[in-house]
């Protein structure tokens, strides 16, 4: 079994309690927008007994190796369309809620498959359990950012990735320096100074960037809008280093949780090194 993303691979293995370590196609730290399949990643589709991939147009240049691999009789399991997406949007481990949904699904799929070494009943209490413990991460999330008045949960970010995370904790997207869905999308100098203009009347202070992604063109915003504007990195599309406070998919979601609350959080906006 193979997953596609470094966040797929760690909720599958939690999902099976731990008990069956998963690989992830695209390593970590890659954008999964840009990354581009190998003959290794082809042969390792091939000979799996089940693909776990995001779908909805994320890993697209995995597409063609995995539409093969199918072809020939290959499992593929896409998490992305059983969370009632928004629209093209594979964002969707954003919201823990729609993940722990997702999980109790593909916990019913793993169950199918044969020689991972457990039973279907324990695949299931095993995925039951961890879907639990998203959900409990959801509310987690809402304490740690309960800090955020409401007038302040506006976000700016460097492509339009944070969809799912505004609808589930209350905020509000009001611009992206990349206004596409993948952060291969090109933004230009106009749509910038438009964007800047709207930070300004909004009293928007931070631009959110990614840690899989260059920070200069955010930067290059931030700079537009004035001095006092700060640029502060999300996981959003990879998990950090295993031995990272990101290096798992909780891990990633608290840490971003963090980094917004301090950022955005009026007692400490503006603050050396908030949201950091």
């Known amino acids: 079994m193979v997953a596609t993303t470094s966040i797929l691979a760690d909720v599958v293995t939690n999902a099976t309690c731990g008990r069956v370590a998963v690989p992830s196609l695209i390593p970590r730290g890659a954008d999964a927008h840009e990354y581009e399949s190998s003959t290794r990643d082809a042969d390792r589709i091939r000979g799996a007994g089940l693909v776990v991939a995001n779908g909805l147009g994320l890993e ?7 539409d093969a691999a199918r072809s020939d009789g290959v499992a593929v399991y896409e998490v992305g369309p059983t969370m009632s997406p928004r629209g093209s949007d594979p964002h969707v481990w954003m919201d823990p809620d729609r993940m722990a949904t997702a999980v109790e699904g593909l916990g019913r799929r793993l169950a199918e498959v044969g020689d991972l070494g457990m039973s279907a009943s324990e695949i299931r209490t095993c995925s039951s359990t961890y879907a639990k413990s ?18 302040r949960r506006k976000l700016v970010t460097n492509h339009e990735a944070l969809g799912y995370f505004a609808d589930r904790f209350d905020f509000e997207v009001i611009g992206a ?9 090109e933004g230009n100098a106009r749509d910038l100074e438009t964007l800047a203009d709207t930070m300004r009347r909004e009293d928007v202070t931070t631009v959110f960037a990614e840690t899989s992604r260059p920070k200069r063109v955010a930067e290059g ?7 006092r504007v700060d640029v502060v990195d999300l996981f959003t599309e990879t998990l950090g280093a295993p031995d990272s406070s990101a290096g798992t998919y909780v891990g990633m ?17 503006g603050a ?3 949201g950091q």
């Open 177 to 185: 320096v990349i206004p596409s869905l993948s952060s291969l999308g």
């Open 272 to 274: 050396p090194g908030a």
């Open 60 to 66: 697209s240049g995995l597409a063609d190796a995995i």
């Open 221 to 227: 915003l931030a700079s537009l809008v004035g001095d």
């Open 253 to 269: 979601l608290l840490e971003d949780a963090s980094r917004i609350a301090g950022a955005l959080d009026p007692a400490t906006a």
């Open 134 to 151: 998203l959900r409990d991460l959801g509310r987690e999330m809402d304490a740690t950012m309960a800090v955020v008045p409401a007038e």
